[in-house]
Nanobody, 124 residues
Framework: QVQLVESGGGLVQAGDSLRLSCAAS????????MGWFRQAPGKEREFVAR????????YYADFVKGRFTISRDNAKNTVYLQMNSLKPEDTAVYYC?????????????????WGQGTQVTVSS
């Protein structure tokens, strides 16, 4: 089992940057692909980014390409989401999730474990 805890959210202004972290428990972290999702009020949870188990392969939603970067440090059991040039429409609760499958997926229900989320609010 993997337990995930996100941190790093906050209130920022448009154009600012934030780095989210997701700390994982368990010795099997390096065997999981990791994803970041977000959910704004009244909207469905949506895919943001995904990184393979060794960090070699990353995949992004179109709306964050060039602004967000996902990375991981398996020695620290942590995955990161660097968010630059933030926009008010990026406001949401951000979740990290773990997926044992090697098949790239953006579907939330394919991910096995979830964190509790961290709020990101971007003011205009």
């Amino acid at each position: 089992q993997v337990q995930l805890v996100e941190s790093g959210g906050g209130l920022v202004q448009a154009g600012d940057s934030l780095r989210l972290s997701c700390a994982a428990s368990g010795r099997t972290f390096s065997t999981y692909a990791m994803g970041w999702f977000r959910q704004a009020p009244g909207k469905e949870r949506e895919f943001v980014a995904r990184i393979g188990w060794n960090g070699a392969i990353t995949y992004y939603a179109d709306f964050v390409k060039g602004r967000f970067t996902i990375s991981r440090d398996n020695a620290k059991n942590t995955v990161y989401l660097q968010m630059n040039s933030l926009k008010p429409e990026d406001t949401a609760v951000y979740y990290c999730a773990a997926d044992r499958s090697i098949i790239r997926t953006t579907t939330p229900n394919k991910y096995e474990y979830w964190g509790q989320g961290t709020q990101v609010t971007v003011s205009s």
